[in-house]
T-cell receptor
Framework: EAQVTQNPRYLITVTGKKLTVTCSQN?????MSWYRQDPGLGLRQIYY???????DKGDVPEGYKVSRKEKRNFPLILESPSPNQTSLYFC???????????FGPGTRLLVL | AQSVSQHNHHVILSEAASLELGCNYS??????LFWYVQYPGQHLQLLLK??????LVKGIKGFEAEFIKSKFSFNLRKPSVQWSDTAEYFC????????????FGSGTQLTVLP
């Protein structure tokens, strides 16, 4: 089944403790992206990747890092999480940047 | 920078009522437009999209949207809503000026009363 998977789905952590949220797609898509969803703000793009080893900042990149060492994986790294990063995070992928994006199930993060 | 406005934050309708959700974008050049839906507890799914051609676009589940370039709008419509349409709806735009980014509106929560 073609899909985008994220792990973990739920995460509670404390300020300053590094964490990684994984994202994987099995559709051989070139374009991958991370969004955060906050009430009243919709989805805002954090980082995106056009292909392996090609990443770029979205609208809200501060406090986040990404890497794209393999085509299928696009992990989101929070080196030192803070409470304002409490949010619902979505990973998405598409065959190319101009095409429809397919979203993962989301990761709900709470930073205490 | 491109931006998207969804002016209706929460819409409440009774079953069988007609629906229209507003979406306006700021970019004046070539745009790709999308409507996504998020059912409670689920991830975003594509309802419909406009890339070019006929400005009236039909999507899944009886939804349609009309691209009106002169008004910078891409409103979502459905003639008769059902309780199962209760969800959050997001408009999104990708412009030729920021082709690698998809910008979302803040979303409209639709509640359909049985």
């Amino acid at each position: 089944e073609a899909q985008v998977t994220q792990n973990p789905r739920y995460l509670i952590t404390v300020t300053g403790k590094k964490l990684t949220v994984t994202c994987s797609q099995n559709m051989n898509h070139e374009y991958m992206s991370w969004y955060r969803q906050d009430p009243g703000l919709g989805l805002r793009q954090i980082y995106y990747s056009m292909n392996v080893e090609v990443t770029d900042k979205g609208d809200v990149p501060e406090g986040y890092k990404v890497s794209r060492k393999e085509k299928r994986n696009f992990p989101l790294i929070l080196e030192s999480p803070s409470p304002n990063q409490t949010s619902l995070y979505f990973c998405a992928s598409s065959p190319g940047y101009q095409e429809t994006q397919y979203f993962g199930p989301g990761t709900r993060l709470l930073v205490l | 920078a491109q931006s998207v406005s969804q002016h209706n934050h929460h819409v409440i309708l009774s079953e069988a009522a007609s629906l229209e959700l507003g979406c306006n974008y700021s970019y004046g050049g070539t745009v790709n437009l999308f409507w996504y839906v998020q059912y409670p507890g689920q991830h975003l799914q594509l309802l419909l999209k406009y890339f070019s051609g006929d400005p009236l676009v039909k999507g899944i589940k009886g939804f349609e949207a009309e691209f009106i370039k002169s008004k910078f709008s891409f409103n979502l419509r459905k003639p008769s809503v059902q309780w199962s349409d209760t969800a959050e709806y997001f408009c999104a735009v990708r412009s030729s000026g920021s082709a690698r980014q998809l910008t979302f509106g803040s979303g409209t929560q639709l509640t359909v009363l049985p």
